[in-house]
T-cell receptor, first 113, second 116 residues
Framework: KNQVEQSPQSLIILEGKNCTLQ??????????LRWYKQDTGRGPVSLTI?????NTKSNGRYTATLDADTKQSSLHITASQLSDSASYIC????????????FGTGTRLKVLA | ETGVTQTPRHLVMGMTNKKSLKCEQH?????MYWYKQSAKKPLELMFV???????ENNSVPSRFSPECPNSSHLFLHLHTLQPEDSALYLC???????????????FGPGTRLTVT
C-alpha cells in the first residue's frame, strides 16, 4: 500500500534554532517528492520538489534531502523564525499514470520567541 | 497568494441545508481538484477535473456533488451533510492532469466547514 509517514507529529523549537523533519514513504514506482508549508487557515504552498535523481534541493533557509534507495526524505530548517510556525506536509507522487498525490499527515512546527 | 481563490472561507450549516463551495483559479490551468482535510489525517482527494471533465471520483458520498462549468471554476454542492463532514475543504489546480504527478498543484486557502 502506498503510504507516506512523517515524524515527528509536532515539534516546538526556539527562534534561531535549526530543526529537521522526516518523511518516509512506500510509494512505488516513485516519480517525485514535494514538501509543502501550510500556515494555519491557509492552503499548502510548495517549498521544494525533487525527482528520484536529485538528492538535495534548497529554497532559502529550507533544504530538502532525498534518499530514493531508503525511501526517506528530510526537510531541514536553518535559523528558524517565528513565521516558520506551520504544518509541513510531505507529498509523494507515483509514476503509475494516476492523478494521485500521496500526502503525509504533516509535522506541526511551533517556533517560540 | 497562489492564484486560487475559494469562497466562502467559513461555513456553518445544518444537516438539512443545501450550500455550495466555490473555487476559481486565475492561472490558466486545465486541471482542478477538491480535497478534504480533517484534523490529524492526510489530505483526502475527492474529485479531479481535467478540461472540465470529471476524471476521478474517490468514492465520495453522493451528498457531495461537484460541478465544473469551465476550466477556471469548480463548485462543490453540499446537501444533507453529516457532522463528520466538518473539515477544511481545499481546492487546487494544476497545469496538466499530472499523470506522473509531475505538475505542481496550487492550493486555495480552503473553506472551513462546520456541520451542526
Amino acid at each position: 500500500k502506498n503510504q507516506v509517514e512523517q515524524s515527528p507529529q509536532s515539534l516546538i523549537i526556539l527562534e534561531g534554532k535549526n530543526c529537521t523533519l522526516q518523511c518516509n514513504y512506500t510509494v512505488s514506482p516513485f516519480s517525485n517528492l514535494r514538501w509543502y508549508k501550510q500556515d494555519t487557515g491557509r492552503g499548502p504552498v510548495s517549498l521544494t520538489i525533487m525527482t528520484f535523481s536529485e538528492n538535495t534541493k534548497s529554497n532559502g533557509r529550507y533544504t530538502a534531502t532525498l534518499d530514493a534507495d531508503t525511501k526517506q526524505s528530510s526537510l531541514h530548517i536553518t535559523a528558524s523564525q517565528l513565521s516558520d510556525s506551520a504544518s509541513y506536509i510531505c507529498v509523494v507522487s507515483g509514476a503509475s499514470g494516476t492523478y494521485k498525490y500521496i500526502f503525509g499527515t504533516g509535522t506541526r512546527l511551533k517556533v517560540l520567541a | 497568494e497562489t492564484g486560487v481563490t475559494q469562497t466562502p472561507r467559513h461555513l456553518v450549516m445544518g444537516m438539512t441545508n443545501k450550500k455550495s463551495l466555490k473555487c476559481e483559479q486565475h492561472l490558466g490551468h486545465n486541471a482542478m481538484y477538491w480535497y478534504k482535510q480533517s484534523a490529524k489525517k492526510p489530505l483526502e482527494l475527492m474529485f479531479v477535473y481535467n478540461f472540465k471533465e470529471q476524471t476521478e471520483n474517490n468514492s465520495v458520498p453522493s451528498r457531495f456533488s461537484p460541478e465544473c462549468p469551465n476550466s477556471s471554476h469548480l463548485f462543490l454542492h453540499l446537501h444533507t451533510l453529516q457532522p463528520e463532514d466538518s473539515a477544511l475543504y481545499l481546492c487546487a489546480s494544476s497545469q496538466g492532469p499530472g499523470t506522473s504527478g509531475s505538475y505542481e498543484q496550487y492550493f486555495g486557502p480552503g473553506t472551513r466547514l462546520t456541520v451542526t
